[in-house]
Every structure is written in structure tokens, then in C-alpha cells.
């Protein structure tokens, strides 16, 4: 018999996330109330229904410090953790989600693009992400 090796904690966060954006479906607009995009992006949603159209893409990211994609004051280790991104193929969205909790929302246009050919392992982690993608929404910190 062999042994068989689980890593839950990949599970675990990817149950989160999925959790986390289900929750996203009615409570959108109370994320930033001030935040315009958002509340443009949940009426579209609101209108067409089109809110549980995605796809769950997981990977595992090295990262330059203990921090991982919060990149914030961390141990100067490399270090490796679990990104979630929920695709939401009819909005044009994607989530990202470090260990389970929000990051940020951004739009799927030619600059994530980019990090698609990569297959999203260098996609930018929360304190570059505004620079790099059309960030939608940053969660509070």
C-alpha cells in the first residue's frame, strides 16, 4: 500500500476563495461604497446574472519575503504560498486571493494579458498590482 500525501492547506484556500466570492454576489457595492467601478461592475452583474460564470485557477507563487503577495514588512525569506484568481469569464474580472483573503479585484484586458502567457505566475502582488493591472478595487489592509 502506498502512502498518499494531501495538502489541505491548498484546499483550504481555495474553499475560502471560492466561499469569500460566492459572498462577493451580494455584497459587492458595500466592499467601497465611494468606489464608482465597483458599483458599476455589480450593476452590470445585477442585470445579467452572469456572477457564478467563472473559473478557479490555483498556483503556488515564490515570493522575496514571509509575506508572500501582501508583499509587507515580512522575514527576508523566499517564500513560496497559494494564489487563488477567480476568472469571471462575462464580467471580465479576475479575483485575486492570497491564503484565502481578498486582495484585489482587477480587469481583464491587455495588461493582464501579460501575466496570462505566464500562466499568472508573475502575476504582481498586492502592493504593485495598481501599477501593473486595472485595479478595480485593493482590499483594506
Do not use: H
Not at 475560502?16 to 465597483?38: A, C, F, G, M, V
Not at 509575506?67 to 469569464?89: M, P, Q, V
Request: charged share 25%; proline share 1%.
Amino acid at each position: 500500500m502506498r502512502n498518499v500525501e494531501y495538502d489541505f492547506k491548498a484546499l483550504q484556500d481555495l474553499l475560502s476563495s471560492i466561499d469569500y466570492y460566492k459572498y462577493l454576489e451580494n455584497s459587492l457595492p458595500q466592499l467601497d461604497r465611494t468606489n464608482k467601478q465597483l458599483q458599476d461592475l455589480y450593476n452590470q452583474y445585477y442585470k445579467n446574472d452572469n456572477w457564478l460564470d467563472f473559473q478557479v485557477i490555483q498556483l503556488v507563487q515564490n515570493w522575496s519575503n514571509t509575506s508572500c503577495g501582501w508583499e509587507s514588512l515580512g522575514g527576508s525569506a523566499l517564500s513560496s504560498d497559494y494564489t487563488t484568481i477567480i476568472y469571471n469569464r462575462r464580467l471580465k474580472i479576475i479575483c485575486v486571493f492570497y491564503s484565502g483573503k481578498l486582495a484585489y479585484i482587477a480587469k481583464d484586458n491587455e495588461k493582464l494579458e501579460v501575466f496570462k502567457k505566464d500562466s499568472y505566475y508573475l502575476l504582481p502582488g498586492y502592493n504593485s498590482c495598481s501599477n501593473k493591472l486595472d485595479v478595480i478595487y485593493k482590499a483594506k489592509r
